[in-house]
């Protein structure tokens, strides 16, 4: 089998909904990352998800639900028989009310506790389950025209760098499924933001992405805690969205480091893929060469400028293209900021980062 990438025209919409209707599984875009997408209720699509990522099934799927009235989302999620609020105080039930109003639609998913309907598979055994509903129009329509949600992890082979674009999801899955449907380059490039909401309202963080802790702690008026079990939560294992080649995270701005001596006794003249985060790409190549005695075959920057956005949006790409690249092994700059977006930049870079780096976020 080979995917076919669709425009994504009306027709084609209707094509791939009547597709997951039928219990098949394909791949749409979203504003985050490409996304595999499978109807939510049904074990046997959910099944196929887990079987073409080759994903432990102890690892949870985001729900993704179509559009609807502010007023009234978490009575619809209720209706919809995702959730079950039932031991919900009324401080935590606006609280929900109030972040779906404010991150939704957008790269924000929101765990609560689950209703009994949904499938075991879908939320790896837990009794939570994750809801996001997407901005990006595709998958909004596709949701609409399916008529039920969709189960949609990153549609890239587990422990892989998630796909930024519809060839992305070709070279990952291209010989597993049969579509993608093509949105063109992912608007933010990174995961969703999750955190979790329990029965009293404490808010937990789980994942950064592009809804920072400063507006979520902003929003709510409180301050929002980071999970102690942020780096064990299921799916966001260190050593995730790795490329396949060794990535070395350094402490510091290439041109600001002394010594690289905790890099490994690579022979002179090894060949290595340099991510720089902002500045000049060659300038920092020809330093690195100069001082390492290493041979940069390949150097790329996720901002000249050094925008957050642009730098989150090209994040995944650049690490695909230099793992792709003929270089034995990869040396990353970090995220010079830990704000905002920064914060989720550090932390994908970390975790595609060498077990020997030492960068935590
Ligand atoms: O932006 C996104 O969220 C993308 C697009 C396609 O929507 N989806 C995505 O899905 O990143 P995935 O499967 O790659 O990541 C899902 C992660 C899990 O690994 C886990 O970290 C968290 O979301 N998650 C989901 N449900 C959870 C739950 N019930 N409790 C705790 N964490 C949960
Ligand atoms: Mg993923």
Request: with cysteine.
């Amino acid at each position: 089998m080979k995917a076919q990438i669709l425009p994504p025209s009306f027709e084609n919409i209707s094509l791939a909904a009547e597709s997951l209707r039928q219990g098949e599984i394909g791949a749409m875009p979203t504003e985050t990352v490409y996304g595999l997408a499978g109807a939510a209720f049904d074990p046997k699509a959910l099944a196929r998800i887990f079987d073409v990522k080759e994903r432990p099934s102890f690892d949870p799927l985001i729900l993704h639900v179509p559009s609807m009235d502010p007023a009234i989302r978490l009575h619809r999620l209720e209706k919809l028989r995702l959730i079950d609020l039932h031991q919900f105080s009324d401080f935590a039930r606006s609280r929900a009310e109030l972040l779906l109003s404010k991150f939704w639609p957008g790269p924000f998913t929101l765990v609560l506790p689950k209703h009994e309907d949904v499938p075991e598979l879908a939320t790896g055994g837990l009794p939570s389950v994750g809801v996001r509903m997407p901005r990006h129009p595709i998958a909004q329509a596709l949701i609409s025209a399916a008529g039920f949600p969709l189960a949609a992890p990153s549609a890239n082979r587990f422990g892989k760098i998630s796909p930024t674009s519809s060839q992305d999801v070709l070279t990952e899955l291209g010989d597993r499924i049969s579509w993608i449907l093509d949105g063109g380059s992912s608007e933010i490039g990174l995961e969703s933001t999750v955190v979790e909401l329990d029965p009293k309202g404490k808010l937990s963080f789980l994942r950064p992405g592009a809804i920072s802790i400063e507006a979520l702690e902003q929003a709510i008026g409180d301050s929002v805690s980071i999970s102690t079990s942020f780096r064990q939560s299921p799916g966001h294992l260190e050593n995730h969205y790795a490329p396949s080649k060794p990535l070395f995270l350094l402490p510091r701005a290439i041109q600001e480091i002394k010594s690289f001596s905790f890099l490994p006794p690579f022979p002179k003249g090894t060949s290595v893929g340099l991510l720089i985060y902002s500045g000049d790409p060659q300038e920092k190549a020809r330093f690195l060469e100069t001082q390492v005695g290493l041979s940069v075959t390949q150097a790329l920057v996720l901002s000249s400028s050094g925008l957050l956005e642009e730098a989150a949006q090209s994040l995944f790409s650049c690490l695909r293209s230099l793992d792709e690249g003929s270089a034995c092994f990869l040396v990353a700059e970090p995220c010079p900021s830990n704000q905002g977006l920064g914060y989720a930049i550090r932390d994908r870079l970390y975790r595609a980062s060498h077990k020997s780096s030492s960068q935590p976020v």
